[in-house]
Antibody, heavy 123, light 112 residues
Framework: EVQLLESGGGLVQPGGSLRLSCAAS????????MSWVRQAPGKGLEWVSI????????YYADSVKGRFTISRDNSKNTLFLQMNSLRADDTAVYYC????????????????WGQGTLVTVSS | DIVMTQAPLSSPVTLGQPASISCRSS???????????LSWLQQRPGQPPRLLIY???NRFSGVPDRFSGSGAGTDFTLKISRVEAEDVGVYYC?????????FGQGTKVEIK
């Protein structure tokens, strides 16, 4: 059974930092790209960042570029999101999601999501 | 970035009646591998998103057959043939053709 479990959220002051983790199980983690998606209170879904499974390439939404860093530890089946220079508008529930795998079969993207971890940026 | 535009943003529906949601992308979602990575997700209140449809029209495991997806290129549709009470929630289209993934604004489906 595929499971994704986020942790690391909490209350942080503007300008502060936080590191989120996502522990994965039930699939070959190293083979899959993984994404972070966030949802501000009462708002829609916003994609944040992706890290590929094959070569570890990373991409970011413009809203977080230069402040957030996505990484992964394939030996521990864990995805990370380092968030620096946090702002009030970064307040959201952050979800990790299983993304794509390179190959001819093209299985579904975003087929599994974690329950999310809440990040609140406030003084 | 690809902009995803959904309509309507709110859809009051009578139980047992159909519902339809439109999604339009600002550019073609056809990937260089020939696939079109357009998905539909459902988010029930207080829950994480759940994948319903992938690659335009493929139902994900466990999704009832009253949900169907269609479309091509830049225009896509999600249809619910007969709305049930458990279908209440917000529905999002999303593209994963480009590395910079993007979501539609969401369509709230509620019972009249």
């Amino acid at each position: 059974e595929v499971q994704l479990l986020e942790s690391g959220g909490g209350l942080v002051q503007p300008g502060g930092s936080l590191r989120l983790s996502c522990a994965a199980s039930g699939f070959t983690f190293s083979s899959y790209a993984m994404s972070w998606v966030r949802q501000a209170p009462g708002k829609g879904l916003e994609w944040v960042s992706i890290i590929t499974g094959d070569d570890g390439s990373t991409y970011y939404a413009d809203s977080v570029k230069g402040r957030f860093t996505i990484s992964r530890d394939n030996s521990k089946n864990t995805l990370f999101l380092q968030m620096n220079s946090l702002r009030a508008d970064d307040t959201a529930v952050y979800y990790c999601a299983k993304d794509y795998i390179v190959g001819p079969s093209a299985p579904p993207h975003f087929d599994y999501w974690g329950q999310g971890t809440l990040v609140t940026v406030s003084s | 970035d690809i902009v995803m535009t959904q309509a309507p943003l709110s859809s009051p529906v009578t139980l047992g009646q159909p519902a339809s949601i439109s999604c339009r992308s600002s550019q073609s979602l056809v990937h260089s591998d020939g696939n079109t990575y357009l998905s539909w997700l459902q988010q029930r209140p207080g829950q994480p998103p759940r994948l319903l449809i992938y690659k335009i029209s493929n139902r994900f495991s466990g999704v009832p057959d009253r949900f169907s997806g269609s479309g091509a290129g830049t225009d896509f549709t999600l249809k619910i043939s007969r709305v049930e009470a458990e279908d209440v929630g917000v529905y999002y289209c999303m593209q994963s053709t480009q590395f910079l993934r993007t979501f539609g604004q969401g369509t709230k489906v509620e019972i009249k």
